[in-house]
């Protein structure tokens, strides 16, 4: 498994980079001893081990899903295959969790948007009973109304069903 090529950008900053630029599994057995990464080796405290896999959504790298060890240790080709798995799930985690999230918000504007439409149906109502027009002019009414006072249309109708009729 290539874990050496300098990162597409002119440097080597660490593993989790150079996993999420190459979108490749990368790992070190001891990073302080690992001449990849000497500025990051020398500041990793307890930080010995490492092995880095990137996670993907909608086809492309969105992060990293890092395992570290306060140890050196020698990843085996099975930590490696792991890895990778549990990057690839948690990749269809977020893309799922996203699409449910799309998906909410789309719901909610549509209820929004259903909840307007019969909030201004009800005031039609009210004008066509109330003051004996027709839909399309009770509509008009309505939105005439908005437009000369720079209102929402939903607020001269929640006016109209008060009892608040707008001038003819």
């Not at 996993?19 to 001449?35: C, I, M, S």
């Not at 990057?87 to 929004?112: F, I, N, P, Y």
């Not at 001269?156 to 008060?162: E, M, P, R, T």
Request: net charge positive; aromatic share 2%.
């Amino acid at each position: 498994m290539p874990h050496g090529a300098p990162t597409p950008r002119g440097g080597s900053l660490g593993p989790c980079i150079d996993a999420l630029d190459r979108d490749e599994v990368v790992w070190t057995a001891d990073l302080p001893g690992d001449a990849r990464w000497p500025r990051l080796g020398a500041a990793s405290g307890n930080v010995r081990g490492v092995l880095a896999a990137p996670v993907g959504a909608a086809g492309r790298p969105v992060g990293t899903c890092t395992v570290l060890t306060s140890q050196p240790r020698q990843w085996s080709p099975a930590d490696v295959g792991a890895m990778r798995a549990y990057a690839t799930v948690l990749g269809r985690l977020l893309a799922t969790a996203t699409d449910a999230s799309r998906k909410r918000e789309l719901a909610d504007q549509l209820q929004q948007a259903l909840d307007r439409r019969v909030l201004i149906e009800q005031a039609k109502g009210v004008l066509m009973a109330r003051v004996g027009v027709g839909a399309d002019e009770a509509f008009e009414l309505i939105r005439g109304e908005a437009r000369s006072r720079n209102r929402r249309v939903t607020d001269v109708a929640g006016d109209v069903i008060a009892g608040h009729l707008p001038a003819r």
